[in-house]
């Protein structure tokens, strides 16, 4: 059963950068699925970030695309996110997931804060 | 941006019942529409894809239908079990532009 889990800092300061990984067990990368992020916030629900195919292909959501880079690291099953510049908005769960156009498989989820 | 837009925003019914949640899309989205639960302290669990096809697992209660701008989940015999919120989701787009709707809250 394909299982995926994130990874990362629980806080971070205004303007800093964001960096979180998503492990992928029991499944691999390199097939020919995507593999995107999710988040979700009080304020705004949840809100597509983007998503990166096997091949290194990216789509970014256009509100995002400024702050964002996807990648993956195929020797180690994981991709990986990073946001620039945040703000108090970027507070959220942040899920990775598989993408068959929608999400079929998601991670539990990881809280990041953002506050000084 | 296709706004996805749900009604209604809570529901409350009895064990047993049977509900019918509604997700309008602002423009036409074919059959590229999914449906998710979500409990507290988890992540959405997708039901349906393609409007209305249950996902694996998922049991017979639980029917999509739909298409172009209007889309109904539909769910018989009501267990408890099924308090959540349930979200849909529009994969319309290409290049992707996924939106999801606020959500509806059903308490049982």
């Known amino acids: 059963q394909l299982q995926l889990q994130e990874s990362g800092p629980g806080l971070v300061k205004p303007s800093e950068t964001l960096s979180l990984t998503c492990t992928v067990s029991d499944g691999s990368l390199t097939d020919t699925y995507y593999w995107g992020w999710i988040r979700q916030s009080p304020g705004k629900g949840l809100e597509w970030i983007g998503i990166?195919?096997?091949?290194?292909?990216?789509y970014y959501n256009p509100s995002l695309q400024t702050r964002l880079s996807m990648f993956m690291d195929m020797s180690k099953n994981q991709f990986s996110l990073t946001l620039d510049s945040l703000t108090a908005a970027d507070t959220a769960i942040y899920y990775c997931?598989?993408?068959?156009?929608?999400?079929?498989?998601w991670g539990q989820g990881t809280l990041v804060t953002v506050s000084s | 941006e296709i706004v996805l837009t749900q009604s209604p925003a809570t529901l409350s019914v009895s064990p047993g019942d049977r509900v019918t949640l509604s997700c309008r899309a602002s423009?036409?989205?074919?059959?590229?529409l999914a449906w998710y639960q979500q409990k507290p302290g988890q992540a959405p669990r997708l039901l349906i894809s393609?409007?209305?096809t249950r996902a694996t697992g998922i049991p017979g209660r639980f029917s999509g239908s739909g298409s172009g701008t209007g889309f109904t989940l539909t769910i018989t015999s009501l267990q408890s079990e099924d308090s959540a919120v349930y979200y849909c989701q529009q994969y319309y787009d290409w290049p992707p532009r996924y939106t999801f709707g606020q959500g509806t809250k059903l308490e049982i």
């Open positions: 990166i195919s096997h091949t290194g292909a990216t």
């Open positions: 997931g598989r993408r068959v156009n929608y999400f079929d498989h």
């Open positions: 423009q036409s989205v074919g059959s590229d």
């Open positions: 393609g409007a209305s």
